[in-house]
Nanobody, 124 residues
Framework: VQLQASGGGLVQAGGSLRLSCTAS????????MGWFRQAPGKEREFVAA????????FYADSVKGRFTISRGIDKNTVYLQMNSLKPEDTAVYYCAAGFPIISSIRTRDGYRYWGQGTLVTVSS
């Protein structure tokens, strides 16, 4: 499975961006696609996830109410709509895919496949 992330860029605080992640190669009808981010000098952290089996979504508390993860018409693409961006959202955003159990959806270990990352910079 290959994951291609795109959509990052520079935006002012309060603005919006939409990230895309497309899976290719061997794909599955039921798995989880998620977004993580890593700011300079910090650990990679969970942002959001979409569970294909049932369409359930998961969010980090820091982005809840501002970010929305959704599946595209092409079932192999997920989007991360980011609104009301803050300078602390600045990071490299990575998409990931795998088969984590519910208790592991917010952990890096729950995901087998990773994209290359896309940089989001929010200026104050």
């Amino acid at each position: 499975v290959q994951l291609q992330a795109s959509g990052g860029g520079l935006v002012q605080a309060g603005g919006s961006l939409r990230l895309s992640c497309t899976a290719s190669g061997r794909t599955f009808s039921s798995y989880v696609m998620g977004w993580f981010r890593q700011a300079p000098g910090k650990e990679r952290e969970f942002v959001a996830a979409f569970r294909y089996n049932g369409g359930r979504t998961f969010y980090a508390d820091s982005v809840k109410g501002r970010f929305t993860i959704s599946r595209g018409i092409d079932k192999n693409t997920v989007y991360l709509q980011m609104n009301s961006l803050k300078p602390e959202d600045t990071a490299v955003y990575y998409c990931a895919a795998g088969f984590p159990i519910i208790s592991s959806i917010r952990t890096r270990d729950g995901y087998r496949y990773w994209g290359q990352g896309t940089l989001v910079t929010v200026s104050s």
